[in-house]
């Protein structure tokens, strides 16, 4: 049975708004100055949230913010009054030696779900040997780091559980063990952040006029435009079939991803499908048809996730 593997990653994550004006910037180390990985950081007041690096700095965008709050597992969460927001330097108390290690233990998704607060009960769904299936139903082949915003703009977020996205049911699941999962409710998130042990941030939000049954990715956005990835897995079952002379199909089970792209004109355009296409392209950015043909003659190669992400951030300069 494929395992999930419970550890901690060298990543930063970003802040979930990103029309914010000013940064914070500094580091988290324990108190004999090591630094400290995957702190929390939230602003006290507003949703603002990131995760240090493995270096323990961090880099926030806010509005503004006058006091921060800090935490990370195996130590003592701290609340700091800002004075210089480029040289913030954060001490954590506590279990210096336990919080500073990379956590690991092992577990599945094949456990059954618990309920408790905002969360409901979702199937584990097709669990199948690891030599027997291509692809994966999950986001991730690890658990990973994260929070969510709910539909009242607060941050939830637990320094003791890690996350994945189960991707054919549309589900935010967590662990605080490794071993049972629990799925949060769709409809209470607003929008979550995600990161992989190679430290690429992951940003999903609940837009229902895209996909009323699944989050979709924000691969790049700013103050004119967003672009959406709808993600599609379906599992396809082994058809192989064979007469002794001749065979057909695939002598394994199948996570297939079939993804869908949007480009949302802001402030509140309607999601335009776009295809992987530069015809495409040019039609959904028709409003700045020169800038978008300039990046699209400069920029010859693979149209995939990482060239719209380029090309985003480029036209919301």
């Known amino acids: ?175 605080d063990d490794g071993k049972t999962m629990t799925g949060i409710n769709r409809h209470s998130i607003k929008m979550f952040t995600l990161v992989d042990d190679q430290g690429q941030t992951y940003v999903f939000e609940n837009r229902p006029e895209i996909d009323p049954l699944h989050f979709v990715q924000v691969i790049s956005t700013g103050s004119k435009y967003k672009i959406y990835k709808q993600l599609g897995t379906k599992y396809l079952p082994n058809n192989y079939v064979s007469n002794g002379m001749t065979s057909s199909g695939n002598n394994y089970d199948e996570f297939k991803d079939e993804s869908v792209y949007y480009v949302v004109k802001l402030p509140g355009g309607q999601p335009q499908k776009v295809l992987l296409k530069k015809k495409s392209i040019k039609t959904v950015f028709a409003a700045d048809a020169d800038k978008a043909n300039k990046f699209l003659s400069d920029n010859d190669r693979d149209i995939d996730d990482d060239y719209l992400k380029s090309l985003g951030d480029y036209m919301n300069q």
């Open 1 to 175: 049975m494929k395992k999930i593997i419970l550890t901690s990653w060298v990543a930063l994550i970003t802040t979930f708004t990103f029309a914010q004006k000013n940064t914070v910037v500094g580091t988290v180390n324990d108190k004999q100055g090591k630094p400290i990985p995957f702190a929390f950081i939230k602003d006290a007041q507003r949703s603002y949230a990131t995760f240090t690096d493995l270096n323990g700095a961090f880099n926030l965008k806010v509005d503004s913010v006058d006091r921060l709050i800090v935490s990370a597992q195996n130590f003592k969460k701290t609340v700091i009054k800002i004075g210089d927001p480029n040289n913030v330097n954060v001490v954590l108390t506590g279990d210096d030696a336990a919080g500073a290690k990379l956590t690991k233990s092992t577990g599945d998704f094949k456990e059954k779900l618990s309920t408790e607060g905002m969360t409901k009960d979702v199937s584990s769904g097709y669990i199948v040997h690891e030599n027997t299936i291509h692809g994966s139903r999950y986001l991730f082949e690890n658990w990973v780091h994260g929070y969510a915003l709910t539909t009242e703009d607060s941050v939830k977020q637990n320094d003791n559980y890690l996350f994945n996205y189960e991707k054919m049911a549309g589900n935010l699941i967590f662990t």
